[in-house]
């Protein structure tokens, strides 16, 4: 998943991580995960697997000097 990938799927969800924080985006994720957790909703266990992937990317983003 490239980031613009993960940037894309977090904007259909609502979060606009580009214009976050590390700390608002981890606070928005969590909140999704709740959201969409396949154990609380009948989300598909791939779309969660895909918000995980992409916060993953997103958070390397974070990390990388710009």
């Known amino acids: 998943m490239t ?6 799927l977090f904007r259909r969800l609502g979060v ?4 976050m924080s590390r700390a608002d985006f981890s606070a928005s994720y969590y909140r999704l995960a709740r959201r969409f957790h396949p154990d609380v909703n009948l989300a598909t266990p791939e779309l969660m697997a895909n918000i995980n992937a992409a916060r993953t990317v997103i958070l390397q983003s974070y990390r990388r000097p710009s």
């Open 3 to 8: 980031l613009q990938d993960a940037f894309d």
């Open 16 to 19: 606009h991580p580009e214009m």
